[in-house]
């Protein structure tokens, strides 16, 4: 419940409250991809660690401690399930954080961008990817 109500105010005060003004710099590959909050040092580097980053940490570190929680024979299918729904959640996500954190690290603008874009648009057929974690888990029979 916490984090519904951290994101509503969040993305309410950032998008309703503060002044919006766009640089659009028409020589990148994504013109005005990024929210404007973003441009802002300490709010987007806060939307960056906070909430891009950290969920998906905390996603892979709850889901390895689940697995060492739970009876591997017991719930197998669940185990399995969680693992290729997470995975696939990390694989996506992961590089699309990792870039900007290069970028704020000192690799230069122009680089990691293709990749970036890649994945932002595999990220959008995670739902269309997801409906496999459950075939991945099911038994065969032959």
Request: with cysteine; proline share 7%; glycine share 4%.
């Given at each position: 419940m916490f984090f519904i109500i951290y994101d509503l105010l969040f993305y309410i005060v950032?998008?309703?409250?503060?002044?919006?003004?766009?640089?659009?710099?028409?020589?990148?590959?994504?013109?005005?991809?990024?929210?404007?909050?973003?441009?802002?040092?300490?709010?987007?580097?806060?939307?960056?660690f906070v909430n891009t980053t950290a969920p998906i940490l905390i996603e892979a570190i709850a889901s390895v401690l689940l697995v060492f929680r739970v009876q591997w024979r017991?719930?197998?299918?669940?185990?399995?399930?969680?693992?290729?729904?997470?995975?696939?959640?990390?694989?996506?996500?992961?590089?699309?954080s990792l870039v900007p954190l290069a970028h704020l690290c000192g690799l230069p603008e122009e680089y990691g961008i293709e990749v970036e874009l890649f994945f932002s648009f595999l990220l959008q057929r995670y739902v269309n990817f997801r409906k496999y974690a459950k075939s991945f888990s099911t038994k065969c029979v032959v």
């Open positions: 950032v998008i309703y409250f503060l002044p919006c003004e766009n640089t659009y710099v028409y020589t990148t590959p994504v013109c005005g991809a990024l929210p404007y909050y973003q441009s802002d040092t300490i709010l987007g580097l806060w939307e960056f017991k719930y197998r299918r669940m185990i399995l399930q969680l693992f290729f729904v997470s995975s696939l959640n990390i694989i996506l996500n992961l590089p699309i």
